[in-house]
């Protein structure tokens, strides 16, 4: 049987290899040459620390060159960088790098040999060094994360409450045009409502951020010109955060509707439900990639979450019409 301490070098080695194929790939699909010559300097790196992680698995257990990268996982990144682009989904992958870094340091206190401690120290300093990489291409990280964050929140919750609304009507409403149309209704009014509350929300954090740009700007003296450009850059991300959370949270909205444009009945309701769970699983399938962090946990999760709010929701229709005689033909 597998002992943890096998395990864990096995998936640092599998990690590193995978990470690297992707870059490779990625690097022979990019027409900029500043990203494909960062993104072949990531794979060599990655390539040496897969190098070390390889060693210690001969060594320790006579096995490492059977391993393979994992291949879903680059065929999904890939995939992700025709929607996102390149530097969105390179900058997403690197959030996992903080993960790495904190396994890393936890293995590091298993280490007793000192040329090896050595080796992995030096394997921590270049996966923080990534960042530095990054940010030498021009990336705005933080933008690009603000709008992949205001996407998912505002879809999931176009999602979810749209559906959740949806399943309660089903049991007191029979004609599902009725039913589509109070969705549509729903799903407008959300959407005022999620673009004004992440309109509000991003403002009370980019005016915080915006008062430590000036008071930064007059302990370094930084130029006002440069002073004024930070400004509008934070300015234009609350104008952003809110357009993508509203136009994100209509279009999750659609897939519980659009099965009740047509005459099917019930099935309308199971139609839609399989939609939201699909489209959730996809979606949070997309974060734990990223993330590195368990793509079966992240997605069953949110699409059990979903299922559970339209069973409670057509529970409580389903009260209403069976003991209060609620219904509408």
């Known amino acids: 049987m597998m002992g943890e301490e096998q395990?864990?070098?096995?998936?640092?080695?599998?990690?590193?290899?995978?990470?690297?194929?992707?870059?490779?790939?990625?690097?022979?699909?990019?027409?900029?040459?500043?990203?494909?010559?960062?993104?072949?300097?990531l794979a060599e790196m990655e390539e040496s620390h897969s190098t070390f992680w390889k060693d210690r698995l001969n060594k320790a257990y006579g096995k490492g060159a059977d391993l393979k990268p994992r291949g879903f996982k680059i065929f999904m990144l890939l995939f992700l960088t025709k929607f996102l682009g390149n530097n969105l989904t390179v900058n997403l992958l690197e959030r996992?790098?903080?993960?790495?870094?904190?396994?890393?340091?936890?293995?590091?206190?298993?280490?007793?040999?000192?040329?090896?401690?050595k080796a992995l120290n030096s394997i921590i300093e270049d996966e923080i060094s990534h960042e530095n990489v990054f940010e030498e291409m021009g990336i705005d990280k933080d933008a690009y994360l603000d709008r992949?964050?205001?996407?998912?929140?505002?879809?999931?919750?176009?999602?979810?409450?749209?559906?959740?609304?949806?399943?309660?009507?089903?049991?007191i409403?029979?004609?599902?045009?009725?039913?589509?149309?109070?969705?549509?209704?729903?799903?407008?009014?959300?959407?005022?409502?999620?673009?004004?509350g992440a309109y509000l929300s991003k403002s009370s954090e980019i005016?915080?951020?915006?008062?430590?740009?000036?008071?930064?700007?007059?302990?370094?003296?930084?130029?006002?010109k440069k002073m004024k450009k930070d400004i509008e850059n934070e300015e234009n991300r609350t104008k952003v955060s809110a357009g993508t959370t509203g136009l994100s949270y209509i279009a999750g909205a659609a897939f519980p509707i659009i099965p009740f444009l047509f005459p099917i009945g019930i099935f309308s309701l199971i139609i839609a439900v399989a939609l939201?769970?699909?489209?959730?699983?996809?979606?949070?399938?997309?974060?734990?990639?990223?993330?590195?962090?368990?793509?079966?946990?992240?997605?069953?999760?949110?699409?059990?979450?979903?299922?559970?709010?339209?069973?409670?929701?057509?529970s409580i229709g389903f009260i209403f019409h069976t003991y209060f005689h609620i219904y509408i033909g």
Do not use: C, H, P, W
């Not at 699983?281 to 368990?294: G, Q, T």
């Not at 979450?305 to 409670?312: D, E, R, V």
């Open 276 to 314: 939201v769970a699909i489209v959730q699983a996809v979606s949070n399938s997309i974060i734990a990639i990223a993330l590195n962090i368990s793509i079966l946990k992240s997605s069953s999760r949110a699409a059990l979450l979903s299922l559970l709010a339209a069973a409670i929701t057509y």
């Open 148 to 171: 992949i964050q205001a996407f998912i929140y505002g879809m999931s919750d176009g999602l979810v409450e749209v559906l959740a609304a949806i399943a309660g009507l089903t049991a």
């Open 207 to 224: 005016e915080y951020r915006i008062r430590n740009i000036k008071r930064e700007s007059l302990i370094t003296n930084v130029s006002t």
């Open 96 to 117: 996992g790098e903080v993960e790495s870094i904190r396994k890393y340091r936890d293995f590091l206190k298993r280490i007793k040999d000192d040329d090896e401690s």
């Open 7 to 41: 395990k864990l070098v096995e998936d640092f080695y599998r990690d590193e290899i995978t990470d690297r194929e992707f870059y490779k790939k990625l690097a022979k699909r990019s027409k900029n040459k500043n990203l494909r010559d960062k993104l072949d300097y």
């Open 173 to 196: 409403i029979s004609n599902n045009f009725i039913i589509a149309m109070s969705g549509l209704v729903i799903g407008v009014g959300g959407t005022i409502s999620m673009t004004l």
